[in-house]
């Protein structure tokens, strides 16, 4: 199972048209692209096909600028931008998906620092105010897609690893020692109504 580095944030803009969403996210480009610099453009698989080629081409324009999609079934808004950045609007939560594993969020500082601002950048723009910076693997993240509040989705991490560490940018060295050699049960909650 792949464990990467996530974020929500409380979202109160559930009628916003998707228009709206994408005029917000352009705002962030420049922290989305700052990760994109840093860690290379997305790796895309080769292959032959229509559909593969396709594909292929969607990836590219994420990797330049963000791009939506949908998809009827799912009761939510999609957008993926350059860094491997994914924006996902659900019923309470909004979700900003990465590519970056989780081990290598807590480890590597610069990164970390990357990911941080455009979590934050993205969370003040969409007016959050507390942002959970968590593993995917959290059982957490899926209340949010349930439809739980942060309110919830707080008191299920408490439960499962306990308090929150006070910063993800200042991440201890203690935490980057235990990702060398295994994925850390932790989470951080952040402040963002400064931003």
């Known amino acids: 199972m792949s464990i990467r580095a996530a974020a929500f944030f409380e979202c109160d803009q559930a009628t916003w048209s998707p228009e ?15 990760i994109r610099a840093y860690s290379g453009p997305v790796a895309i698989a080769l292959g032959g096909s229509k ?18 999609t949908s ?67 959290a059982k957490a993240k899926d209340l949010l897609w349930e439809g739980a509040s942060i309110g919830q989705a707080l008191d299920a991490l408490q439960e499962q690893w306990g308090d929150p560490q006070s910063s993800s940018e200042k991440a201890s ?3 980057h020692r235990e990702a060398e050699d295994e994925t850390p049960r932790t989470w951080f909650l952040e402040d963002v109504r400064n931003e």
């Open 20 to 34: 709206r969403v994408m005029t917000r996210l352009e705002w962030t480009l420049p922290e989305a692209k700052a």
């Open 51 to 68: 559909l593969a080629r396709k594909r292929r081409q969607f990836l590219l324009n994420c990797d330049r600028e963000w791009t939506r």
């Open 71 to 137: 998809n009827p079934e799912l009761e939510s808004l999609w957008f993926y931008g350059p860094g491997g950045l994914v924006f996902i609007r659900w019923k309470q939560a909004c979700e900003i998906n990465t590519t970056c594993w989780w081990r290598a969020f807590l480890r590597d500082e610069a990164l970390r620092i990357l990911y941080v601002n455009a979590f934050h950048r993205i969370a003040s723009v969409f007016g959050g105010t507390e942002l959970l910076v968590l593993p995917t693997d």
């Open 173 to 175: 060295s203690t935490l």
